[in-house]
């Protein structure tokens, strides 16, 4: 038997299960070996019942009083065994597996083991483990959990991966042999078999190590064999050093760069001075002054003869940049055009020849700078704004209009260390951190739904002075599951609740014209109040707008809901955010409470991953990733670490080994974008 082989050449899974199977990513046998548990239950001795307590991994011994069995709806049935010992009962409850009735006969004698839990008064154990009482359990045994789904049982997928450990006659290695012996690790084989059957929770803990450390090794091979490549061999846009133009931009600024933006535009530029193409990431929390960084950039690419492409999420965005960035540029003769999927036909076709005959220097636009009509006269610089809005694939295609580019790659999403080494590893990085002065901590306060009339009133005391009230809910139209308040309804009772205030809606599946004539109005101050989906968290800027509320604020995530508190605060008046708490979770609560107790980003990111998970809150698979089975970036950032040196003394020149099962990882992404 062979890693390669299907699933089907193992005794017992047929066509049914074979499919069965493709839906938990198990269509070979390698795939089966590396199908790891979720978790380990460790089980003392056998407990008496009257002893259970909620949630413990238990071996106990009973009597099958009862057996019963419901079927409470179409497709779900319910089957409760009632055992006793001498000391209380306990039920064993499963669901959708009628076929163990027959298991089950009163006055029979088992063996239980499982999780407990406390329903409905009482102590159960769901989808317990069941064995003849003459046999004994091992005590401090680990037994492995897996991942489940419907129509395949935990202990037939055990027994296939036990076939498959003894058939399979080869696993090779993949780490160098120098890697693995200074780490001490033993064989793959030896740690695929632990992971399945670990004798103890150390030995398991290590083989997991060496698992983890083996993933993080590839991926950071991969982000650095990328980078490496896209140098060798490579001249690009050798920019002088700054000139009248970048210092006539820099002059022209109505406020003072802090030293972190003033340190973010000098790696920038010594990156643009350099053969080998710029490839940075600049990070900035909301407000911290990230576009006047991207001025001085954009100035100095047009100072050098070359042109500039700025890409943005949305097109009212890009209409801000164009008339931000002509203002900051007037005192030269670098021209900015507008390029956007609503320009009028004429309009579109003047833009296009001036682009293509060198005839403006920045062109700042959406996704229609994309599109294979556009082309350059000469494409020196590329600056894609909230990276997370877009695909890898996405940013490439705009970068190859160009010839060996400098990329920036700019983001209001505070990355925390181990995710930029993860995500953006083949990027330089640089941080934004410290706002610019004079701006206010944001008040953030977390309300109940009895404080709603009271809130409205602070509502119309703040737009009776001439600011401005952002009302974001999570739905657009009611649920079925959902005691929510939509968007339409919430937009409905404020605009009778303030009859002499303009009251705009904005949500995610409104027409795109509509969508920017809406937020124009109240950009413009038409309206005072704007109620919105969370299509708001990358939006226009309003210096006047001095209120977020936040309704169900428990269905965002830390990181949208420090984007969304990041709308107001922009002007010289005092700011709030109120986050509206409807649940009863007490992560979702924890969540909030942080917000009121910091506005910096890095940290509500941080614990965000924490809380959330990699893969979630930065979409790994946008990225064209492979995906991590046992590593987790966050909780293993030290490994990564590790993982990322260890990498560096093989990126220039892999092996054929390493080559091959990079290319296994990473798939075709790796090869398209090491050669193209």
């Known amino acids: 038997m062979e890693l390669h082989d299907s699933i089907s050449v193992i005794k017992g899974i047929g066509p049914k299960m074979k499919t069965r199977l493709a839906g938990l990513g198990i269509a070979t046998v390698g795939d089966l070996l590396q199908y790891f548990p979720r978790e380990y239950r460790e089980f003392a001795a056998v407990t008496a019942m009257r002893e259970l307590r909620d949630g413990q991994d238990v071996i106990v011994s009973g009597e099958v009083v009862r057996v019963t069995e419901r079927r409470p709806r179409a497709r779900l049935t319910i089957l409760a065994v009632e055992v006793a010992d001498d000391t209380a009962h306990i039920e064993l409850v499963y669901f959708n597996q009628a076929w163990r009735r027959s298991q089950f006969v009163p006055g029979q004698r088992l063996l239980i083991r499982g999780r407990t839990k406390v329903a409905y008064g009482r102590i159960q154990i769901v989808n317990a483990e069941v064995c003849a009482a003459g046999v004994t359990p091992t005590e401090g045994a680990i037994t492995p959990v897996y991942p489940l789904t419907e129509g395949v049982r935990a202990n037939a997928l055990e027994g296939w991966i036990q076939i498959a450990l003894d058939a399979v006659k080869e696993i090779p290695e993949t780490l160098p042999a120098a890697v693995r012996t200074a780490r001490g690790y033993g064989s793959r084989r030896e740690a695929i078999a632990v992971m399945h059957r670990p004798p103890d929770a150390q030995t398991q803990a290590r083989a997991r190590e060496a698992l983890a450390f083996?993933?993080?090794?590839?991926?950071?091979?991969?982000?650095?064999?990328?980078?490496?490549?896209?140098?060798?061999?490579?001249?690009?846009?050798?920019?002088?050093?700054?000139?009248?133009?970048?210092?006539?931009?820099?002059?022209?600024?109505?406020f003072t760069l802090t030293q972190d933006q003033l340190r973010a535009a000098a790696e920038i530029a010594d990156d643009m001075e350099e053969a080998v193409p710029m490839r940075r990431l600049l990070q900035g929390d909301v407000g911290s002054g990230k576009t006047a960084v991207a001025a001085l950039a954009l100035a100095k690419i047009a100072e050098n003869g070359y042109q500039a492409a700025l890409m943005v999420p949305t097109e009212i965005l890009a209409v801000q940049h164009v008339e931000t960035l002509r203002a900051w540029l007037s005192p030269t003769p670098i021209r900015v055009t507008l390029l956007t999927g609503r320009l009028s036909a004429a309009e579109r076709r003047a833009a296009l020849a001036a682009i293509a005959a060198g005839e403006t220097n920045i062109v700042v636009g959406t996704h229609a700078l994309i599109e294979e009509e556009v082309e350059f006269a000469a494409l020196g610089l590329v600056i894609t704004d909230e990276q997370h809005r877009f695909g890898v694939k996405q940013r490439m295609q705009l970068e190859r209009k160009g010839a060996h580019v400098h990329t920036l790659v700019m983001t209001a999403t505070p990355i925390p260390r181990t995710m930029a080494l993860s995500v953006y590893g083949d990027l330089d990085s640089s941080v934004i951190r410290e706002l610019p002065p004079g701006r206010q901590p944001i008040r953030t306060y977390v309300a109940r739904r009895a404080q709603e009339e009271r809130i409205f009133r602070f509502f119309e005391r703040e737009m009776a002075q001439g600011h401005q009230v952002y009302v974001v809910c999570p739905l657009i139209a009611e649920s079925a599951r959902s005691d929510l308040n939509a968007a339409m309804d919430m937009y409905e009772r404020l605009t009778r609740r303030f009859p002499s205030y303009g009251v705009g809606l904005v949500y995610g599946s409104m027409p795109g014209a509509d969508k920017e004539a809406a937020m124009r109005r109240f950009a413009d101050?038409?309206?005072?109040?704007?109620?919105?989906?969370?299509?708001?968290?990358?939006?226009?800027?309003?210096?006047?707008?001095?209120?977020?509320?936040?309704?169900?604020?428990?269905?965002?995530?830390?990181?949208?809901?420090?984007?969304?508190?990041?709308?107001?605060?922009?002007?010289?008046?005092?700011?709030?955010?109120?986050?509206?708490?409807?649940?009863?979770?007490?992560?979702?609560?924890?969540?909030?409470?942080?917000?009121?107790?910091?506005?910096?980003?890095?940290?509500?990111?941080?614990?965000?991953?924490?809380?959330?998970?990699?893969?979630?809150?930065?979409?790994?698979?946008?990225?064209?990733?492979p995906d991590l089975r046992v590593a987790d970036p966050v909780r293993d950032w030290r490994l990564l670490v590790d993982a990322r040196q260890a990498a560096t003394a093989y990126a220039a020149n892999p092996s054929p080994a390493l080559l091959a099962e990079l290319e296994r990882r990473f798939g075709h992404a790796f090869w398209e974008r090491v050669y193209h």
Not at 231 to 247: D, E, F, L, S, Y
Not at 530 to 546: R, W
């Open 214 to 254: 083996e993933e993080l090794f590839y991926l950071q091979l991969g982000l650095l064999r990328w980078r490496w490549a896209e140098r060798q061999g490579v001249t690009g846009i050798k920019c002088v050093p700054n000139g009248a133009w970048v210092r006539a931009v820099y002059e022209q600024f109505p």
């Open 525 to 625: 101050g038409e309206d005072r109040l704007l109620v919105a989906t969370s299509v708001v968290e990358v939006g226009v800027n309003v210096p006047q707008a001095t209120v977020m509320y936040i309704d169900a604020a428990e269905r965002f995530g830390l990181s949208q809901l420090h984007q969304l508190r990041g709308r107001v605060g922009r002007g010289e008046w005092q700011s709030y955010c109120i986050l509206m708490y409807n649940g009863n979770s007490e992560q979702a609560a924890l969540r909030l409470q942080w917000m009121t107790e910091t506005q910096d980003g890095f940290v509500l990111a941080e614990r965000d991953l924490l809380l959330r998970g990699a893969g979630e809150l930065f979409g790994y698979r946008q990225h064209g990733w």
